[in-house]
C-alpha cells in the first residue's frame, strides 16, 4: 500500500542523488578540458619565463624587483591606511612597519640591482650564522659527519654571497630559471595526461 504523505510528482532521494550525479558527470569533461587549458597554458608560461631568465638574468632580475618594490609600496601605503583606523595608541608599529615597506619599495624601484645584492649580502650573513650553529652543534647531534660538512658548505656559501654579491645573485636568477622551466615542463605533462583521462570519461 502507498504511503499518502508521499507525493508522487515530487522527485525522491534517490532520483535527486540520480539527477546531480547526471550533472555531475555532464560537466566533468568540460571541467577537466578548462584544467588541462590552464595548465597547458601555465607551463607554456613558466617556459618562456625559465628561457628568458636563462637569456637575460639581469634584464629579468631587474623586473621582478621592481615588481616586489611596487608590491612593497602599495601594501605600504595599505599598512598606513589601516593605521589610521586603529585608536591612537595601537597606530605606531603599523605606521613604523608602512613606512619601512613603502622606503624599501621606492629604494627598489630606484636602485634594483644594489637592493637585490644586499638581500644576497642579508642571505650570506644568515647562511654564515647558520653554518656556525650547525658546527656548534656538532657534539649533540646524531649525524655528526654530516652536520660537520653541512655547516661548512653553509659557511662557504656564506663567504661566498658577501664577498661576491653579483656573482651570487646571477646563480640565484639562473636557479630560479632552472626551476620556472622544469614546473612549465611538469604542467605541460599534466595537461597532455590530463586530456586522456577526460576521453575516458
Excluded at 41 to 70: A, D, E, H, K
Aim: net charge neutral; hydrophobic share 60%; charged share 10%.
Amino acid at each position: 500500500m502507498e504511503n499518502p504523505n508521499i507525493d508522487p510528482t515530487q522527485p525522491t532521494n534517490n532520483m535527486a542523488e540520480d539527477l546531480e550525479e547526471a550533472e555531475c558527470n555532464c560537466l566533468l569533461p568540460g571541467i577537466l578540458r578548462a584544467s588541462r587549458a590552464a595548465l597547458i597554458w601555465r607551463g607554456i608560461v613558466f617556459m618562456v619565463f625559465g628561457v628568458l631568465m636563462l637569456m637575460q638574468p639581469v634584464t629579468t632580475f631587474t623586473v621582478i624587483v621592481l615588481i616586489l618594490g611596487v608590491y612593497a609600496i602599495i601594501e605600504g601605503a595599505a599598512m598606513l591606511t589601516g593605521a589610521v583606523q586603529l585608536p591612537r595608541q595601537d597606530r605606531s608599529m603599523l605606521t613604523i612597519n608602512g613606512i619601512v615597506l613603502i622606503l624599501l619599495g621606492i629604494a627598489a624601484i630606484a636602485f634594483p640591482w644594489i637592493m637585490g645584492e644586499y638581500a644576497i649580502i642579508f642571505l650570506g650573513v644568515w647562511q654564515f650564522i647558520s653554518g656556525i650553529q650547525c658546527l656548534i652543534l656538532i657534539k649533540s647531534s646524531h649525524h655528526r659527519w654530516k652536520t660537520f660538512f653541512s655547516g661548512i658548505l653553509t659557511i662557504a656559501a656564506g663567504i661566498f654571497f658577501v664577498i661576491a654579491p653579483f656573482i651570487g645573485l646571477l646563480a640565484m636568477t639562473w636557479l630560479f630559471a632552472v626551476l620556472f622551466f622544469i614546473t612549465g615542463v611538469l604542467m605541460l605533462y599534466s595537461g597532455a595526461t590530463m586530456s586522456v583521462k577526460a576521453a575516458d570519461i
